[in-house]
């Protein structure tokens, strides 16, 4: 229980402290600037423009009249910082307008690609830290052969935004079961995949007493549900109002060159187990490509990248002596 109660701990922080940054970040970029600049005008309906458009003015008559000696002389005006006055009027414009924009907006694959990767990057960076206050330790668990990427989490964000999304206006006793679901499922397919294509394993919850499955726990289905629900309430409208539209040919570009190389990444990853599968039966290299990944993804190379996956053999059973919590 207080496993499952510091992983909670630890999502929660991880939202608000995001929260928080990308607030404080809007605020800092908005000084001296319209939010309509900051968060493009086709997303303002013309209530909240004109609101936008006083404190704009407002803020303007500010800059006109605040001036310092030091850069009278080169007739240059200070720009001043948003007033707490100011503040509040632009994020009470924004959450009204984030409701408006959400109640029309519609997933695309946009969304999708970001959050994907987004929570790919995330959802490692967590289970470093889970593992660093559990059992005092670190280890590499990236999921592909490049970049600090763990698939498994960008999945199971993607899953639960295709899902979720529907249910984000829910009861929380709605959108808790359906959150419970969805990560039993995530956790048993993915590991059932794993097992089935390439005789690996990368965890087990054998040997504890709430174990269901070897991939699924009582505990583990209690805490995806706890997710699901702080991520449908919380952590998806905020993230898909952030997103938007791209509005730019660098956003788009950008976004192509992202999928281009996870999309190479995923796949240099599955041949890679692929050749070590072949290695170990005996194969030998049968073209340009094999070679390749023979000589760059040997064994000691997944053995060093994938520190906590087990190819060939079974894990051996949890043992919560060795946890330090």
């Not at 987004?118 to 959802?123: D, H, L, P």
């Not at 040919?249 to 992202?258: A, E, I, K, S, Y």
């Not at 599955?270 to 050749?275: D, E, I, L, T, W």
């Not at 000691?300 to 330090?324: A, C, K, T």
């Amino acid at each position: 229980m207080a496993n499952t109660l510091l992983v909670v701990q630890l999502a929660v922080f991880l939202v608000l402290i995001t929260g928080w940054a990308m607030r404080s970040m809007s605020y800092r970029i908005a000084r001296g600037r319209s939010y309509r600049a900051l968060a493009g005008d086709e997303r303002f309906g013309d209530d909240i423009q004109s609101t936008l458009s006083a404190i704009e003015r407002e803020r303007l008559g500010a800059a006109v009249r605040v001036s310092d000696d030091a850069y009278e002389g080169l007739k240059v005006k200070r720009r001043p910082h948003l007033s707490r006055e100011q503040r509040r009027s632009i994020f009470q414009a924004e959450m009204k307008t984030r409701d408006e924009y959400l109640q029309t907006a519609s997933l695309g694959i946009f969304h999708y690609i970001i959050i994907f990767i987004a929570f790919s990057v995330i959802g490692l960076v967590a289970e470093e830290i889970w593992m660093w206050v559990s059992l005092g330790s670190t280890e590499s668990r990236v999921g592909v052969v490049w970049g600090p990427f763990s698939p498994l989490y960008g999945f199971g964000a993607l899953m639960f935004t295709i899902v979720l999304w529907n249910f984000r206006t829910c009861r929380w006793y709605e959108v808790l079961p359906v959150s419970m679901g969805l990560g039993a499922a995530l956790e048993q397919t993915t590991g059932m995949a794993m097992e089935y294509f390439w005789h690996a394993q990368s965890w087990t919850y054998i040997g504890l007493p709430d174990a269901i499955t070897q991939w699924v726990s009582w505990t583990t289905v209690c805490l995806w549900g706890v997710i699901g629900l702080v991520y449908s309430k919380l952590v998806m409208p905020e993230l898909v109002w952030r997103i938007g539209e791209p509005s730019s040919r660098m956003q788009t570009v950008l976004v192509g060159v992202l999928v281009a190389f996870m999309t190479l990444d995923l796949l240099m990853t599955a041949y890679s187990f692929y050749r070590l599968e072949q290695r170990s039966l005996g194969i030998p290299a049968q073209n340009p490509i094999d070679a390749y990944v023979d000589y760059h993804f040997n064994d000691q190379f997944i053995e060093d990248r994938f520190q906590n996956l087990v190819v060939g053999q079974q894990l051996d059973p949890n043992d919560r002596s060795q946890w330090r919590i």
